[in-house]
């Protein structure tokens, strides 16, 4: 077999070799530091609710039992810190399925407007207390079909409305709109008078535990993944999620959804 390599392919080879090599190994170096952050993220987010809880537990041991109204406002409280574990729990469960591509999408064919209004009636309440209004941005709307994962949408307009309410100014509208965009593609748009988003923070919102006001967020019961794991389902659909907001006057999020497959 004559040598057929001259030098200079060689020393090409040889390069090339090497810079695959500290690529990959540069990716490595990434995934392990993206893989720490997010251990980091993790611990942290959850230190927070079990000190709580401990915290109101010793506090019982030490003797606030013996009094029956403080016991049960202890108990309520150690009960809401592991209500937040258990959310923070399932939305990290989540965004796990989603980011290693482990979430199958089952498509049907649904009325969007349907499963709005089905949204509102959840969370009636929780606007309630905050004397906020949910509603359809046109009056007189129609029954509009979609084709997408029925419950993973209605987890995403939950999540974006609970935000409207979280973020909402009290006695705040929430006003949602469906819009026929193309023949293919309808936008669904949920705008609030809410607090809003100074524009430095908006490429960061969909990032991972990413919030605005920390502590605000917390005492809100956010996990820091909710727009996170809705970029993420919208992006599973091969959709686009767009997202305005101006400080002290209000945000809009929309996404776009394909029509009904007939
Ligand atoms: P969180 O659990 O903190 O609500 P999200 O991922 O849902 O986490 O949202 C990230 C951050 O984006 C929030 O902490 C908040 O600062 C900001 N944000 C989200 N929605 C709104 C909104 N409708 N109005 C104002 N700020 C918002």
Known sequence: QPITTDMETLTREVKKFATDKKLEIEMLQVREEYRREFLGNVSHELKTPLFTVQGYVSTLLDGAMDDKAIRKKYLKRAEKG?????????????????EVGDLNLEYSNFDI???????FDLLEM????????????????????????KDRIQQIIENLIVNSIKYGKSKGTTEVAVVNLTKEKVLIRISDNGEGIEKQNIP??????????????????????????????????????????????????????EKEVV
Not at 82 to 98: A, C, F, G, S
Not at 113 to 119: C, D, G, K, S, Y
Not at 127 to 146: C, G, M, R, S, W
């Open 82 to 98: 592991v209500e937040r574990l258990i959310y923070i729990v399932e939305d990290l469960d989540m965004i796990t399925k989603l």
């Open 113 to 119: 407007v349907e499963l709005i209004q089905n949204v």
């Open 126 to 149: 929780k606007a309630d207390k905050k004397k906020i209004t949910l509603a359809f941005e046109n009056y007189h709307i129609q029954p509009n079909y979609v084709h997408a994962d």
């Open 204 to 257: 960061r919102l969909f990032e991972r535990f990413y919030r605005v006001n920390k502590s605000g967020s917390r005492s809100e019961g956010g996990s820091g993944l909710g727009l996170a794991i809705v970029k993420h389902i919208i992006e599973a659909h091969k959709e686009k999620i767009y997202v305005e907001s101006e400080f002290g006057v209000g945000s809009e999020f929309s996404f776009t959804l």
